[in-house]
């Protein structure tokens, strides 16, 4: 339905900032409710944030609360999330995912059926 393609991601230090970008091919990409999960080695894959597809309703994981922000740009086919105060805890690779108005659970990964292949972020001394 829609091709995700994520960028953005390298090595930085504790405290450093990264801003994640996620490009989607679809023309209805306005339409599309966006998340961003994370997954780290041996660990489940984890919610991190959702925007909804107006981007007037934005949800976050306690984890992020505070330090990072999700943010669309329809007119680019973007969806972001700015990093910031960045902790070793959040090395993980981090993927887009998109779901066209389905209900359920926007925080789990059931939820979406389109995926981005991931980009890492190793945060570490």
């Known amino acids: 339905q829609v091709q995700l393609v994520e960028s953005g991601g390298g090595l930085v230090q504790p405290g450093d900032s990264l801003r994640l970008s996620c490009a989607a091919s679809?023309?209805?990409?306005?339409?599309?409710?966006m998340a961003w999960f994370r997954q780290a080695p041996g660990k489940e894959r984890e919610f991190v944030a959702r925007?909804?597809?107006?981007?007037?309703?934005?949800d976050y994981a306690d984890s992020v609360k505070g330090r990072f922000t999700i943010s669309r740009d329809d007119a680019k086919n973007t969806v972001y999330l700015q990093m910031n105060s960045l902790k070793p805890e959040d090395t993980a690779v981090y993927f887009c995912?998109?779901?066209?108005?389905?209900?359920?659970?926007?925080?789990?990964?059931?939820?979406?059926?389109?995926w981005g292949r991931g980009t890492q972020v190793t945060v570490s001394t």
């Open positions: 679809a023309r209805t990409f306005s339409r599309y409710r």
């Open positions: 995912a998109a779901d066209r108005g389905t209900l359920g659970n926007g925080r789990s990964p059931t939820y979406y059926n389109n």
């Open positions: 925007i909804s597809s107006t981007g007037a309703n934005i």
